[in-house]
């Protein structure tokens, strides 16, 4: 697969990032609003919007690692594994455009420090 069509796949990502992130903005809001008017769920809501926080936290850990492929494309270093500098594999880079490692050295990465079990 060329470059233009992970670009594709990568701008299109972005987007799709950048909606939700604006919709969770509207949601964070809107809760604030709700905790000032009733005061005796207080502490629930603390509990809530920590939560889609930590969410809004991966959402833009994850819009940081799309463009930062972007960025990959442009400089000519796409596709290829941190680690070892080989080609990633294209399976792998269709599913996961923004992927980093290979699939071996992503695995060997899961094992030595493993993902947060909520994702
Ligand atoms: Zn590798």
Not at 1 to 19: D, P
Not at 71 to 95: A, F, H, M, S, T
């Amino acid at each position: 697969m060329a470059y233009e069509e992970y670009k594709v796949l990568l701008l299109a990502k972005q987007r799709e990032l950048l909606a939700q992130q604006n919709l969770a903005e509207h949601d964070a809001r809107g809760e604030a609003g709700e905790r000032v008017r009733d005061w005796s769920d207080e502490s629930v809501a603390d509990e809530d919007s920590g939560l889609s926080l930590k969410e809004a936290d991966q959402d833009t850990a994850l819009l940081q690692q799309v463009r930062a492929a972007l960025q990959r494309i442009e400089n000519g270093n796409y596709g290829k594994c941190r680690v070892d500098g080989r080609p990633v594999e294209e399976k792998r880079l269709k599913q996961i455009p923004w992927a980093v490692y290979c699939l071996k050295h992503q695995l060997e990465l899961e094992e030595t420090s493993p993902p947060p079990a909520t994702l």
